[in-house]
Every structure is written in C-alpha cells, then in structure tokens.
C-alpha cells in the first residue's frame, strides 16, 4: 500500500497535478473546479472552468462554493473551543444544556452525550431535512421535528451516519453562547483563523464571486435553481459556503495550529505596545492586552482521536475500514494518517483532507453533483503522487448464487417513503436506486471483497462500499454510503420515489 513518492520539484508537481485536473474535468464534464495541494514545500491551487455555464466567469481562488457536510468539523471545531473555555462538556447528557431535549426514546433522550452526536452515534433518524425557516430560531425549531423521529438502533451500537445529531451539537452552541450557530461560529473560529469569505447566508454570499450549482441529468448539467440552503441544518452542513484560500487556512490550523496574524491583530498589539511604553514613562497603569483567541495552542490532536471503527472507510481506498474521530474520519496507513469530510448539497460537492503528522492538504470543489466521483481520483493521485500511498489489489470474492440471493432483498430508507432494491443480475449483485434527477432508477453493479463487503463497480459511484449487517443468519442492514438501511421483510411494500439524499 505504499510506494517511494514521486520526485518532483514544487512545479513539477503543480504541473503534473493541473494536467490531470484538466483531463479528469473534461471526462466528467464539471462546470468548475477549484483546488489546492498543500505540501511542506507550499500550497499549489488550480482553477479550471467556470462559476456558471449561463454567466461565465472564470473560477478563481476566491471564488465561493458550497463545502455541505465538512461543515460538521467546523461545528465540532466551535465545540472544542468552548471545552477548552470550560464551558461545555463533551460526555455530559445534552440536557445539560438543553433541559428540554427530547427524542422518542427518552432513555436515548436521557443519556445523549454532545460527543455522541459528534461522532454519528445517536441511533435515531440521520436524515431529517425539514426547512424551519430563516428565522433565528431555525436550529432550535428542528430539535422539535428531530424529537418526533425514530430510533432506528440503540444509541451506540451499530454505526450511521447522522446529521440530525449535528442540529443538536449547534443548539448546545446556540445556548452555551447566547447566539445564533452562524454568530457563534464566526466569532469563535472563522474570524480567529481569517476565513473572511466563508459564510453561511446568500444575502453576503452574492456580494462575491460564487459558484452556481449544476445537476449531472444523464449527460447534461442542468443548473440547480434555486441555491438550496436550509437554516435549520446549517450545523451539518447544509448553508456554509467557502473558498479554497479560506478552507487552506482551515487546513494548515489543523494541521499545525497555524493562526494567521490578521490585520486587526497587529494594530491591536501596536496599539498594546504602545500604550506599555507610555505607562514606563509616565508610571500609568499598563492597559490590558485583548485575550488571544482559543484556538491559538489549543491541542488539535483530540480531534483525530478514534473513538470506533464505522466499517468500510468514507473517503479511504475502496473497501478500506476507517474509523471516527470528533467529526473527522480517519485512515491509518504505515507512513500517513489521513482525517477527512466531504460535502454534498443540492449542485455542489465537496472533499477535504488534511495529513496532519506529514502536514499535506488536499481541497477540491465543484459545482456539481458528479463532483466527488472526480475528487475522488484527484485525491488519489495526491495521496500516491505525494505521500506514496498506493490503492491496495483486492481479489475478487466470488459468491454462489444462494449466498447472493441471501443478500438479495428490499432495504428501507427510514423516514421516506422509497426504497432501495439489492437483485442478483447476471451472477452478480445489484443496487437498484431511485435516481433524485431523472425521477427513474439505476443499477449500481457490486463487486465483493469479503462475504459481506463490497464496492460499486463503474461510474460516478465507483469505489463506494457497500456492507451487509447480520443479526445471526439473517440479514438485518445494509450499509451504503455511510447510512443504515433496515432489510424489509418480504411483505412489506413501499413506493420507489426520488432518493433525496445519499
């Protein structure tokens, strides 16, 4: 799995990464692109297309894009800071905070921890999407619908990803610091760390360049209309929008704690400065130098700490098992310890990762729904081209025909009214999906790597894994695209409708 890294110069690389930006952009046919490599030796960003196929204008570093759910490490970021001000308690019931708090089970309800929601282990309905409004208000409005959801499993056993748990983790902010999430945030990380074109609402969005979102329908980008964003799930994800300039100061914090020395910082200590020399010469009381912001020397290391294993990795090699940290997903290799997240939103996805012991970055973003099946081999080639990791060669697992037909049932997609379908199709298994853009279904071909593990075979969702959950013989889940779905049994029906969100 590792190999000796390329030797390139800093411009052979840059080079070498735009050529295969370029190729990868024209054979996914992506609007735009924005993206930045992040070495010891510098930071390389490449723009390629455009912000808007109706309006064209060229993608630039500071052109804004949505980053959906990476959002949820910046939610857990804000968490870490009022920890170290000693104002919230990570293992602590959610009640805590919020005395009101309820969810269907109330022992779940009881016991919630905000490291709980962090990591994705609250059990209950991950993807409730229910717009509250625009009102200040919006967060806590959605902790009502959240609390008439069901629990799919018990809290902390079988792993899924969750963004309701990431509404709760945001009401906590909103209450520890008598502010709106977005208020909160701003203050606590953004501004600290200079991300000034990172933001969370279109009213300041469209005083900038941004990108239009595009929709892949069969061949053709179709233009998202309109700019999908949702305030009551702006903690997981659904309303931050940024540039690779500002996600580059996120990444190179994270990775070395680096606070970049802002404007504003330097004429306050000028001001500091001055104001020491004249209380030496006149014997005046020396005035107070503003506090630094938490997050200088705040230790990051608690952030890619493993809390569990979640089975197949979200964004590792295909079949590749990973772990959860505080919001970051996490790969070990020999030689590299990579944390990421990605986004997905309505037009626009998203990836990012950062290796923090061999301190390299890799942002890429765009403005379309076929994004992360590119950021995907662009990532690749960053993690061989630069730290020498190499996809490892699985062999083939073969099942019989009665081991596949096992497998082979209608999955709930709790909360909706569609399902997923898993069919035996020329000796080998099959996704049959709901497609959110055609309004018809495709077949994703899997390919086994284990008796129970396998990756998607071709297209835009090649490499994704896919796992199988027993409760002894039987088959009791599915797991796909980091979310459970429950097998139903053979007289249950439901209608096969759009799949929203995957």
């Known amino acids: 799995m590792t190999a000796a890294a390329t030797k390139k110069s800093?411009?052979?690389?840059?080079?070498?990464?735009?050529?295969?930006?370029?190729?990868?952009?024209?054979?996914?046919?992506?609007?735009?692109?924005?993206?930045?490599?992040?070495?010891?030796?510098?930071?390389?960003?490449?723009n390629l297309g455009v912000t808007n196929l109706e309006n064209p204008l060229p993608i630039d570093n500071d052109t804004i894009f949505q980053i959906g759910s990476t959002t949820k490490t910046i939610t857990s970021l804000t968490c870490s800071v009022l920890v170290e001000q000693g104002k919230l308690d990570l293992d602590v019931p959610v009640r805590t905070y919020l005395p009101d708090f309820k969810l269907k089970d109330e022992s779940v309800a009881a016991a919630l921890t905000?490291?709980?929601?962090?990591?994705?282990?609250?059990?209950?309905?991950?993807?409730?999407?229910?717009?509250?409004?625009?009102?200040?208000?919006?967060?806590?409005?959605?902790?009502?619908?959240?609390?008439?959801?069901?629990?799919?499993?018990?809290?902390?056993?079988?792993?899924?990803?969750?963004?309701?748990?990431?509404?709760?983790?945001?009401?906590?902010?909103?209450m520890i610091t008598g502010q709106t999430y977005e208020a909160?945030?701003?203050?606590?990380?953004?501004?600290?760390?200079?991300m000034d074109h990172t933001f969370f609402f279109p009213s300041q969005i469209m005083t900038y360049r941004y990108?239009?979102?595009?929709?892949?329908?069969?061949?053709?980008?179709?233009v998202q209309r309109p700019w999908m964003m949702m305030r009551s799930a702006a903690p997981a994800g659904s309303s931050c929008s940024s540039t690779v300039s500002d996600m580059a100061k996120y990444a190179h914090y994270i990775m070395s704690g680096t606070m970049p020395e802002l404007p504003e910082a330097k004429v306050t200590q000028a001001k500091?400065?001055?104001?020491?020399?004249?209380?030496?010469?006149?014997?005046?009381?020396?005035?107070?130098?503003?506090?630094?912001?938490?997050?200088?020397?705040?230790?990051?290391?608690?952030?890619?700490?493993?809390v569990r294993t979640i089975g197949v990795?979200?964004?590792?090699?295909?079949?590749?098992?990973?772990?959860?940290?505080?919001?970051?997903?996490?790969?070990?290799?020999?030689?590299?310890?990579?944390?990421?997240?990605?986004?997905?939103?309505?037009?626009?996805?998203?990836?990012?990762?950062?290796?923090?012991?061999?301190?390299?970055?890799?942002?890429?973003?765009?403005?379309?729904?076929?994004?992360?099946?590119?950021?995907?081999?662009?990532?690749?080639?960053?993690?061989?081209?630069?730290?020498?990791?190499?996809?490892?060669?699985?062999?083939?697992?073969?099942?019989?025909?009665?081991?596949?037909?096992?497998?082979?049932?209608?999955?709930?997609?709790?909360?909706?009214?569609?399902?997923?379908?898993?069919?035996?199709e020329d000796g080998k298994l099959a996704l049959v999906l709901p497609n959110p853009t055609t309004g018809g279904t495709e077949n994703l071909a899997l390919r086994f790597i284990a008796p129970e593990r396998a990756v998607v075979m071709g297209g835009d969702a090649d490499g994704i894994g896919v796992e199988f959950l027993r409760k002894g013989d039987e088959v009791e889940f599915m797991r796909f695209g980091a979310r459970l779905y429950p097998r139903m049994s053979p007289d249950a029906s439901s209608a096969s409708l759009p799949l929203d969100a995957l």
């Open 10 to 46: 800093s411009t052979e690389l840059a080079a070498a990464f735009q050529q295969e930006a370029e190729r990868l952009l024209a054979e996914f046919k992506i609007p735009g692109v924005t993206l930045g490599v992040l070495t010891p030796d510098g930071d390389h960003f490449i």
């Open 114 to 174: 905000t490291r709980d929601v962090l990591t994705h282990q609250g059990g209950f309905l991950g993807d409730l999407f229910h717009d509250t409004g625009e009102g200040d208000d919006a967060v806590a409005k959605v902790l009502d619908e959240l609390a008439q959801s069901p629990q799919m499993v018990p809290m902390r056993t079988h792993w899924s990803y969750n963004n309701a748990g990431f509404y709760v983790a945001g009401r906590v902010i909103e």
């Open 184 to 194: 909160a945030v701003t203050e606590l990380v953004l501004n600290p760390l200079g």
């Open 211 to 222: 990108a239009t979102g595009y929709n892949k329908i069969e061949d053709e980008m179709v």
């Open 272 to 306: 500091a400065s001055e104001a020491e020399e004249k209380a030496a010469d006149d014997g005046s009381e020396k005035s107070e130098v503003p506090e630094t912001p938490t997050l200088a020397g705040m230790d990051r290391t608690h952030l890619w700490k493993p």
């Open 313 to 424: 990795g979200i964004n590792a090699f295909p079949g590749e098992e990973g772990e959860i940290g505080q919001s970051w997903f996490i790969d070990q290799y020999d030689s590299a310890t990579i944390i990421s997240h990605g986004g997905t939103t309505q037009g626009h996805q998203s990836d990012f990762w950062v290796s923090p012991d061999r301190k390299v970055g890799f942002i890429a973003m765009t403005n379309a729904s076929n994004g992360h099946a590119m950021n995907r081999k662009l990532s690749e080639w960053v993690k061989r081209e630069v730290l020498g990791l190499e996809r490892p060669e699985r062999e083939e697992v073969k099942l019989s025909e009665v081991e596949l037909e096992a497998l082979a049932a209608t999955y709930e997609v709790v909360g909706q009214t569609y399902t997923i379908g898993v069919k035996v």
